[in-house]
């Protein structure tokens, strides 16, 4: 048995897979009915998070989610559903409704996830301006002398940021306990990663910091729910940040506004199918007697439909008022 694969047996238990599988069903059920309700024009916008659904969701199942944080990026609806995000909340963020949870309806979806009750922090569409915030709320807490850790997720474009780099030399500096997720799908919006970065080895930056880095095939889901709990439990040791690139396919466009066939080939698109980690992780259950195909059809089916109501129940409800627009916004 080689390390990796030690790793990914000693990584969770059954119920734990099984519990990442309905996580990431039911993250894919939602961006598939959003991608309907965009098409239909009854919602105006979707930044899809298919292909993500592995590494997002097994980010956040390595944390204790009464303690500890998420600072996610705006595609991050897996990692939000696995902090334990509803299909109705998710869908008053689609609908942009005056009950959103995340952002009372003033934000498009994901374009800002916050969420207090649900351990999610208050981000910002401005490319990798939340990483410096995790590294902020792990320095506070770690001042308290709280036992929290903060996983920060965020694309392969924001490590051409300057804000990448200061928080990941602040925390290294202060040993702070946060796990930084690349979710490296190849491309920040059109601009592929050739372009962006001199060495494609995105967590060999982690030793110019003095910090731990790894890099995991991101739709290998137990290899990388084993590299996640390492990251966590050794931030919770006061051993320090890890800098995790996690290696996936993006399979949508970038959002409903891109057009991904204008700078990827029909070989490239078909071929990230292949990277898609819900099929791959369902035969790896399989293979252990975990998970049977009828099972797995009506997981699926279970969540298509509950997205569906989410989506018929949302668009019915209030929508903001005018004279709540400054509400939560200035101080009063």
Not at 151 to 169: I, K
Not at 221 to 241: D, N, S
Request: charge should be negative; charged fraction near 25%; glycine fraction near 8%.
């Amino acid at each position: 048995m080689s390390t990796t694969e030690q790793l990914t047996e000693l990584a969770g238990s059954q119920e734990e897979y099984l519990q990442i599988h309905r996580w990431m069903c039911l993250s894919k059920a939602l961006d598939d009915r959003m991608h309907s309700l965009v098409k239909q024009g009854r919602a105006p916008f979707v930044g899809s998070a298919r292909g993500h659904e592995g590494i997002q969701v097994c980010a956040v199942a390595a944390l204790d989610r009464a303690r500890d944080w998420l600072v996610p990026h705006y595609r991050g609806l897996g990692s939000a559903v696995g902090m334990g995000l509803t299909s109705r909340e998710w869908m008053l963020a689609v609908f942009a409704k005056a009950d959103d949870p995340l952002t009372a309806g003033r934000n498009i979806p994901g374009g800002c996830f916050g969420y207090r009750a649900r351990h999610i922090a208050s981000v910002s569409q401005v490319v990798a301006s939340w990483i410096p915030k995790a590294a902020g709320m792990a320095y506070a807490a770690k001042l308290r002398q709280e036992d929290a850790v903060f996983v920060c997720t965020f694309g392969d474009g924001a490590t051409s940021e300057g804000d990448f780099h200061e928080a990941l030399n602040f925390a290294a500096i202060h040993k702070l306990a946060c796990v930084f997720v690349i979710e490296n799908n190849g491309y920040a919006i059109s601009v592929p990663l050739r372009l962006q970065a001199g060495n494609p080895d995105l967590y060999r930056r982690a030793a110019g910091y003095g910090m731990a880095g790894a890099m995991v095939d991101g739709s290998d889901v137990p290899a990388a729910y084993a590299a996640c709990k390492q990251a966590v439990e050794r931030a919770r040791r006061g051993e320090g940040p890890t800098l995790l690139e996690a290696r996936i396919r993006r399979i949508n466009s970038h959002t409903s506004e891109d057009n991904q066939s204008r700078y990827r080939t029909p070989e490239d698109i078909q071929e990230a199918l292949a990277f898609d980690p819900i099929p791959k992780f369902e035969h790896w259950l399989q293979e252990r007697g975990w998970l049977t195909t009828e099972v797995a059809e009506r997981i699926r089916a279970e969540y298509e439909a509950e997205s569906a109501e989410a989506a018929d129940w949302a668009e019915q409800q209030p929508d903001p008022r005018a004279e709540d627009t400054e509400t939560n916004v200035y101080a009063g």
